[in-house]
């Protein structure tokens, strides 16, 4: 029973596609998606590994609302964790976490 934090991520990450992660546009072109994707190396299209999108016009009353800008962000912090991942899982197991 995996029940640390850091053994549970630890686990995912050894089947999780090997960084560095980045964001950028969708290639595709649509409108208000950042894309979280492995960087190509030979000039094609990154490969996608993850899209956040707002839903300004989609959300309902009362329903929160994801700006352009705060989707931005999601991706950011998606990449900066994946990234950044080893320093975290080290700081967890100090913790005994």
């Known amino acids: 029973l995996m029940d640390k ?3 549970r991520l630890s686990a995912l990450a050894e089947k999780a596609t ?3 992660w980045a964001t950028g546009d969708d290639p595709l072109g649509s409108d208000y998606q950042i894309e979280v994707t492995l960087p190509s190396k030979y000039g094609q299209w ?3 590994l993850a899209r956040c999108d ?3 016009n989609d959300a309902e009353a009362g329903e929160h609302r994801i ?3 705060e989707a931005e962000t999601n991706a950011a912090l998606i990449v ?3 990234n950044n991942l080893p ?3 080290q700081a967890l197991k100090d913790k005994d976490l």
Request: charged share 20%; net charge neutral; glycine share 4%.
């Open 5 to 7: 934090l850091s053994d």
């Open 18 to 20: 090997k960084g560095p």
């Open 46 to 48: 990154p490969t996608s």
């Open 54 to 56: 707002h839903n300004w």
């Open 67 to 69: 700006s352009w800008k």
């Open 80 to 82: 900066e964790l994946v």
């Open 87 to 89: 320093t975290i899982l």
